[in-house]
């Protein structure tokens, strides 16, 4: 015969294993919505962005930054703020987009060629021969203040075999230039 005491105390260890299950479903709950509101950040940022600027028909234009600590470069969006070194450099790409802005290719047997500028004499952009390519580096002064969202802009107009054009089209990114890393010291003795 089970004694009330007996019950009791196997209700109890039932109630215990129902709340560490529980636990366990909330902290999961928790987890999940920490991370949809991450996902809902970084899609409004997105968003943003998209909304802020106008999305350049024909050309997407990006930075790539070689990291010094790694073998690979990582593609970097400039829209969002590209931030170069005082000291550094970059490389702006042009690439092809359709109407609807999805990746596309330049005609087989076309060239093509872009005009590469700054809205900033601090930012140097200087074209390479491939035509869709450029160095972009921080030209700053000793004492300057560091420039802030500098357009670089590039003008690109491809041409057939057949020698008609296609273009020209205009891409920008904005880039701000930011102290480097140090590079010596200083000593003031008051």
């Known amino acids: 015969m089970t004694t009330v005491l007996e019950v009791c105390e196997e209700l109890i260890a039932g109630q215990s294993q129902y709340s560490g299950r529980l636990a366990a479903i ?4 928790s987890e999940q919505t920490i991370a949809m509101s991450a996902l809902q950040q970084a899609v409004q940022l997105i968003l943003s962005a998209v909304a802020g600027s ?3 028909s024909g050309t997407v234009l990006t930075l790539t930054r070689g990291v010094a600590l790694m073998a690979a470069k990582r593609v970097v969006k400039a829209s969002l703020g590209f931030q170069l070194l005082d000291n550094g450099t970059a490389l702006a790409t042009v690439s092809f987009v359709d109407s609807l802005g999805e990746p596309t290719t330049a005609p087989t047997g076309s060239t093509s060629a872009s005009v590469f500028t700054s809205s900033d004499p601090e930012v140097s952009v200087t074209a390479n021969p491939d035509g ?4 972009v580096a921080a030209v700053v002064s000793p004492g300057a203040p560091l420039s802030q969202n500098v357009t670089v802009t590039a003008v ?4 057939n075999s057949d020698g008609s054009t296609i273009g020209p089209f205009t891409s920008t990114d904005q880039v701000n230039v930011v102290s480097g890393g140090p590079a010596g010291t200083s000593i003031a003795i008051a």
Not at 132 to 135: H, I, N, V
Not at 156 to 159: D, K, L, N, R, V
């Open 26 to 29: 909330e902290l999961q709950l």
């Open 132 to 135: 869709l390519t450029a160095a």
């Open 156 to 159: 690109t107009t491809i041409t």
């Open 54 to 56: 106008a999305v350049p």
